[in-house]
Nanobody, 123 residues
């Protein structure tokens, strides 16, 4: 019963900014890595950025210097600040998280995706 809910997508002009949020709900023992992925039409889903529970980050080269991933462990939420957006950033953005959560009376590992949020960069 782990759910990830993304928000913050929308339509923005080239050069603009958006901030995506992803809130995880459930009974957690731990949330390890959290990340953002994206999938453009007719393309494979690709990693955008990830962040560990300790705050270490990783980015795909195409977004380095423009996007910043962060997380609030107290709120079980991960963010993606996207600046200097380009048309090629247009995609559905998905949140992903893994860790250990309670399912009924049992603690189990989870590896869960959100439902996605559309980001469109166009003039």
């Amino acid at each position: 019963q782990v759910q990830l809910v993304e928000s913050g997508g929308g339509l923005v002009q080239p050069g603009g900014s958006l901030r995506l949020s992803c809130a995880a709900s459930g009974s957690f023992f731990s949330i390890n890595d959290m990340g953002w992925y994206r999938q453009a039409p007719e393309k494979q889903r690709e990693l955008v950025a990830t962040i560990t529970s300790g705050g270490s980050t990783n980015y795909v080269d195409s977004v380095k210097g423009r996007f910043t991933i962060s997380r609030d462990n107290a709120k079980n939420t991960v963010y993606l600040q996207m600046n200097s957006l380009k048309p090629e950033d247009t995609a559905v953005y998905y949140c992903k998280a893994d860790g250990i959560a309670k399912y009924g009376s049992t603690w189990r590992r989870f590896d869960t995706w959100g439902q996605g949020t559309q980001v469109t960069v166009s003039s």
